[in-house]
């Protein structure tokens, strides 16, 4: 038999190894989007850096002398000749940062939903899959650990599907159809290419999909290489044929592992979720 899990700790722990996330008015933003913003952003300059290690190509970029002067000493020759090899390594930690973002993200708009609540706390009795004994429900309320926490933590949020069931199940409606409404209010949206609001919404949902199978694949197989060949242009680090400015948003199939794509998913349904729990 194996050993009974202990919600309480696990749930604890998890909250206790978080980053404390400040902001100068935290009246304006919320715990979820503080929780991942940061960290958006820091992924969204790894296409920045591959390119600047694929400068190394560069005969006229001689990086060696520096190094040295610095102390830093490791295979210059071997690495100026691998640098493909190397940003893909780097590239690949994409869409895991990506995926644990909008992961960690959804699973504190499950919690904040649930605590709000009615209607959400109810309909949180539709997750039949969830059940607890009295022991449980005591550790709960022993530990400081709310309804919403709880049930969030064992919501199953591996893919785009299970966001979508999970939230919709909670706000009792489609949750892809108050995105698709909702992204032509959210403020501060950011520019794109695509004008047309129903081909937009899709491409960001395919790319976010598509982040969760390559999160997936890289955490589960040894050295993967995906066969899509427009990818080669997010591995290696640079834009290719998409347009200047553009480099990072899902556009079609150019680039369908995107970290402004992740974020715009993130906002719009941040704009949702917080228009929600200000009723």
């Known amino acids: 038999m194996g050993r009974k899990r202990d919600y309480s700790s696990e749930i604890n722990d998890k909250k206790r190894r978080a980053t404390p996330k400040l902001d100068r008015f935290p009246e304006l933003v919320s715990s979820r989007w503080l929780l991942v913003r940061e960290r958006l952003r820091n992924i969204s300059q790894i296409h920045g850096l591959c390119r600047f290690i694929r400068r190394f190509d560069d005969a006229d970029f001689d990086v060696e002398p520096l190094l040295i002067d610095r102390g830093m000493e490791f295979d210059y020759n071997e690495f100026r000749y691998d640098t493909f090899g190397v940003t893909y390594e780097i590239a690949r930690y994409i869409p895991i940062g990506l ?6 993200y959804f699973r504190q708009v499950y919690a904040d939903l649930i ?3 009615p209607p959400y706390r109810e309909n949180a009795a539709k997750f039949k899959d969830i059940r607890f004994s009295i022991d ?3 550790s709960l309320e022993k530990n400081s650990v709310s309804l919403g926490d709880f049930i969030a933590h064992l919501l199953t949020t591996n893919n785009f599907a299970d966001i979508n069931e999970n939230v919709s199940t909670l706000i009792g ?5 108050r995105l698709k409404s909702a992204r032509s209010h ?3 949206r950011q520019d794109l290419f695509v004008t047309d609001e129903e081909e937009l919404m899709s491409e960001i949902i395919q790319s976010v999909k598509y982040t969760f199978k390559l999160r997936h694949m890289f955490c589960h197989e040894a050295d993967p290489m995906p066969v899509d060949l427009e990818l080669e242009h997010m591995f290696r680090g640079h834009s290719g044929p998409i347009p200047e400015g553009s480099e990072g948003f899902a556009i079609g199939a150019q680039f369908r ?3 402004r794509a992740v974020e715009e998913f993130l906002s719009i349904s941040e704009f949702v979720i ?4 200000a009723k």
């Open 274 to 277: 917080s228009g929600l729990l």
């Open 99 to 104: 995926t644990a973002c909008m992961e960690g």
């Open 173 to 177: 409606e489609d949750f892809i159809k």
């Open 115 to 117: 605590d709000y609540g």
């Open 136 to 138: 449980t429900a005591l």
């Open 257 to 259: 592992v995107s970290p």
């Open 186 to 188: 959210v403020v501060n």
